[in-house]
């Protein structure tokens, strides 16, 4: 499979207007502590177990702020990938001038999940990586990005920080 398959264009507006109101971006810090390679990146958690479980995700507290957004997605992700539902869904800040390091993620989960990147804030100087092939995701996008088993990194080389939804859908 490829790195990188484009999956459409959304429209971002209403996700930009809420993540710009957050205020506790530092309350959540599991990835940060956990994964040494997110050192340098925030997470609100909306749908999203500690466990990578592949069933009975559980929904936090900003999940209802996103509702309306998360169920647009469901019916596109049902749409191109087939039945199914998400099992995570995150939003995660990439500081300004930071990066994430070349890394493989350990685990099973990925392996078994449609992982959809969708760039809320972002810019020109800001690339992901998954092997020799790299990128520059806008604003809007929505990419599956295939990056189980295989050797990524993000660089945020800009003075604005970075931030994505990223779901991940389980087909049935």
């Known amino acids: 499979m490829i790195n990188f398959n484009y999956v459409g264009k959304t429209n971002v507006e209403s996700l930009i207007k809420k ?7 530092n309350k959540y810090q599991f990835r940060q502590k956990t994964f040494d390679v997110h050192k340098h990146t925030k997470t609100i958690p909306l749908i999203f177990n500690e466990d990578f479980r592949l069933k009975d995700p559980t929904y936090h507290t900003h999940y209802d702020k996103y509702k309306k957004e998360i169920e647009k997605f469901k019916t596109i992700f049902s749409k191109k990938f087939g039945k199914g539902y998400i099992i995570r869904a995150i939003l995660v800040n990439l500081l300004s001038e930071k990066s994430i390091p070349q890394h493989i993620d350990n685990g099973d989960s ?3 999940c449609k992982r959809v990147h969708i760039p809320i804030i972002t810019n020109k100087k800001v690339y992901f990586s998954v092997g020799e092939e790299k990128k520059n995701l806008k ?3 929505m990419w599956e990005i295939n990056n189980s088993k295989k050797s990524h990194a993000v660089k945020n080389n800009s003075k604005e920080d970075r931030i994505h939804l990223i779901i991940d859908w389980i087909v049935e």
Do not use: N, R
């Open 139 to 141: 604003s809007g996008e």
């Open 19 to 25: 993540v710009g109101q957050i205020k506790d971006w």
């Open 110 to 112: 990925l392996h078994f």
